[in-house]
């Protein structure tokens, strides 16, 4: 029993490369996320995807774009990477079904991402 | 928006009692949840309050009070083990917001 898995789990980028990050759930969930997390601050909310075919911009979208392949996958991409993108990234998904407000967040074990 | 406010650390002693607060500001409420994080590993749900009032959990409970905007998490008899970062976090629809964490330090 899987949870989240996310892939890479370390990277090191050059400024201005690219690079994708995957992310998948055997859940059967219907929404999921992207977080970053950098030291001393809690986790921000990148894009999400509510439903399989929708995807919806957080708190810190720029320079990141997002594909729900499919209702097990959910990747973010960096087109031109920089510095500031050097974070902790995770990925969550949740059952997001009616009831929405009470189900857990399951997130991955994270890609640590460091861009020279 | 969705903001919320916790303290940055708190220190306590193994075998005691700890609380951790959290207030909040958000357009539409749709619960309170609590999360745990050890260093270099996931966050871990703990718990979730949608009304007021305290659920438990063995050691630990979590409380709400939507009228102040306001909630804690409370752990009892403390273990060396829990020390960790734990953040409470609001949830809109299908979005959620966290807070930017508690650093609990258990000392012996």
């Known amino acids: 029993n899987a949870g989240v898995t996310q892939t890479p789990k370390f990277q090191v980028l050059k400024t201005g490369q690219s690079m994708t990050l995957q992310c998948a759930q055997d859940?059967?969930?219907?929404?999921m996320y992207w977080y970053r997390q950098d030291p001393g601050m809690g986790l921000r909310l990148i894009y999400y995807?509510?439903?399989?075919?929708?995807?919806d911009k957080g708190e810190v979208p720029n320079g990141y774009n997002v594909s729900r392949l499919n209702k097990r996958e959910f990747s973010l991409r960096l087109e031109s990477a920089a510095p500031s993108q050097t974070s902790v990234y995770f990925c969550?998904?949740?059952?997001?079904?009616?009831?929405?407000?009470?189900?857990?967040?399951?997130f991955g074990d994270g890609t640590r991402l460091s861009i020279l | 928006g969705q903001s919320l406010e916790q303290p940055s650390e708190v220190t306590a002693v193994e075998g005691a009692i700890v609380q951790i607060n959290c207030t909040y500001q958000t357009s539409g409420f749709y619960g309170l949840s609590w999360y745990q994080q050890h260093d270099g590993g996931a966050p871990t749900f703990l718990s979730y309050n949608g009304l007021d009032g305290l659920e438990e959990t063995g050691r630990f409970s979590s409380f709400l009070s939507r009228s102040d905007s306001y909630g804690y998490l409370l752990l009892q008899e403390l273990q060396m083990k829990d020390s960790a970062s734990y953040f409470c976090?609001?949830?809109?629809?299908?979005?959620?917001?966290f807070g930017t964490g508690t650093k609990l330090q258990v000392i012996p």
């Open positions: 859940m059967n969930h219907n929404s």
């Open positions: 969550a998904s949740r059952t997001g079904t009616k009831n929405y407000s009470n189900q857990p967040q399951h």
């Open positions: 976090a609001v949830g809109g629809y299908q979005k959620v917001t």
């Open positions: 995807s509510a439903s399989e075919g929708t995807t």
